[in-house]
């Protein structure tokens, strides 16, 4: 069996904090150089304007295919760890212990639990169709309308509405981290977490069970062009089609992204019980075999890093996240200052 329901939650009120009105934030001097982050890099995005975003510890870079800014740099010195454009090109900047930035390209407005955020750490975010944001955070997540949040706290197995405006307390994110959403083909809402993982259809949040087991420790969900929805985590690389779970890899996966082809392109653990990571392409035509094969691998030689945040950038070139930010274009792996990063790299 799939899903169990555990909870219930209803659609009828919200808070009552009105964001409508945009507040500009502090205003500052951008200074453009010549290199992007050199620290932990968690996510990657390009822009409907080909930018790309880069979320780190040192802030958020824009790289405009010449030089990278530190945008964030004149507002605050938090830990980005999380980043989104919205349909109306507006970006947002999730942080870890100071809440969220939306950006509009001139002014910050800035969102914490005063204005209704249930945690001010920010795992994730997605945008659903309806146009609302969701903020994966520590406790559980909020949504958030244009006007208003409205939250939805873990509690032991059951993930429930909340309307007693409480918060979590920042810094303490293991193990009800919200570390992924997406809305699928169907419209439910997929959350994966440190804890259990959830299936939201608007009233119900279920567990997702495999042969009556919860995943839990999730640390990424994709949906690909087929409708398959993909897990990730340390249980390893999970397919589901709709009516089975498949076990595609048993590596430690902590992202999964689909490219412009259907390729699907993980960060990993090489073979388990070691501790160096890989980014992995899985070609598109084995990815209906219970056991996909890796076509292309290329190794971080750092044992004690991890690799973030995957894109696929206009020029085909793949983007990924680890001490820094770093693109691949097939043939070598190029640092941020557009030089060869060899010497800790190896395609195998």
């Not at 530190?70 to 980043?83: I, K, W």
């Not at 980014?279 to 076509?295: C, F, G, H, I, W």
């Amino acid at each position: 069996m799939l899903l169990m329901a555990v909870a219930y939650t209803c659609c009828n009120g919200q808070n009552k904090t009105d964001l409508s009105k945009e507040a500009a934030g502090p205003e500052g001097k951008e200074a453009a150089t010549s290199r992007g982050p050199a620290s932990i890099t968690r996510n990657i995005i390009q822009d409907r304007k080909g930018n790309i975003w880069i979320t780190s510890w040192e802030g958020m870079f824009r790289y405009d295919g010449k030089s990278f800014t530190n945008v964030t740099s004149p507002v605050s010195s938090a830990r980005f760890f999380s980043v989104l454009e919205d349909r109306q090109g507006a970006l947002w900047f999730g942080t870890i212990g100071s809440g969220v930035y939306r950006y509009d390209g001139a002014s910050f407005q800035h969102f914490t639990t005063a204005e209704g955020l249930l945690n001010n750490e920010i795992g994730c975010m997605y945008e659903d169709r309806a146009g609302h944001i969701w903020f994966g955070v520590n406790g559980g997540a909020s949504r958030y309308d244009g006007k208003s949040f409205r939250n939805y706290s873990m509690a032991g197995d059951v993930m429930a509405e909340d309307k007693t405006g409480k918060t979590f307390p920042d810094m303490t994110r293991p193990p009800h981290e919200v570390t992924s959403i997406i809305e699928d083909k169907t419209g439910k809402v997929w959350l994966g977490t440190r804890d259990n993982s959830f299936v939201y259809d608007g009233k119900t949040f279920a567990i997702v069970t495999h042969d009556g087991t919860p995943f839990k420790n999730v640390r990424a969900i994709a949906e690909d062009k087929k409708g398959r929805i993909w897990l990730g985590g340390p249980d390893g690389l999970w397919r589901y089609d709709g009516g089975t779970w498949v076990n595609a890899s048993k590596d430690f996966v902590g992202y999964v992204y689909e490219d412009k082809k259907g390729n699907l392109w993980t960060s990993s653990t090489q073979s388990i019980g070691t501790a160096s990571w890989a980014l992995s392409r899985y070609d598109e035509k084995s990815l209906s075999s219970d056991k996909p094969a890796v076509v292309e691998t290329v190794s971080y030689q750092d044992r004690g890093g991890m690799l973030f945040g995957i894109l696929e950038a206009r020029d085909g070139t793949i983007w990924f996240g680890a001490d820094g930010a770093y693109r691949y274009n097939g043939n070598a792996v190029i640092d941020s200052e557009g030089k060869d990063a060899g010497q800790k790299w190896r395609k195998d």
